[in-house]
């Protein structure tokens, strides 16, 4: 079993930054990928970021690329989604979501069998 928690949410102004947290507890985390999506009002969730278990391997919506970082801190058990530039359309609860499904990429929701619970990112114009 796999329980993961956000934290780092919040407002911000336009061109503001956040850093979003999810640590990650179970014995078996760590042989899990990980990946960041978010659900703004009235749409629905949607992948962001992703990492691999080991680092190497990154994945960026086009939508944040450039402006977003995602990195994991093995010895702590957390993964980190750095958002720098923020927009409007940016605002969404923002869940990170843990696992590997063999027979599906790491982009999909179906990949993850571990959530969060969510931490809201508002941004204001």
């Known amino acids: 079993q796999v329980q993961l928690v956000e934290s780092g949410g919040g407002l911000v102004q336009a061109g503001g930054s956040l850093r979003l947290s999810c640590a990650a507890s179970?014995?078996?985390?760590?042989?899990?990928?990980i990946g960041w999506f978010r659900q703004a009002p009235g749409k629905e969730r949607e992948f962001v970021a992703t990492?691999?278990?080991?680092?190497?391997?990154?994945s960026y919506a086009d939508s944040v690329k450039g402006r977003f970082t995602i990195s994991r801190d093995r010895a702590k058990n957390t993964v980190y989604l750095e958002m720098n530039s923020l927009k409007p359309e940016d605002t969404a609860v923002y869940y990170c979501?843990?696992?590997?499904?063999?027979?599906?990429?790491?982009?999909?929701?179906?990949?993850?069998?571990?959530w969060g619970q969510g931490t809201q990112v508002t941004v204001s114009s």
């Open positions: 979501a843990a696992g590997h499904h063999p027979a599906l990429g790491p982009r999909t929701r179906e990949y993850y069998g571990y």
């Open positions: 179970g014995r078996t985390s760590s042989s899990y990928d």
């Open positions: 990492i691999s278990w080991g680092g190497g391997s990154l």
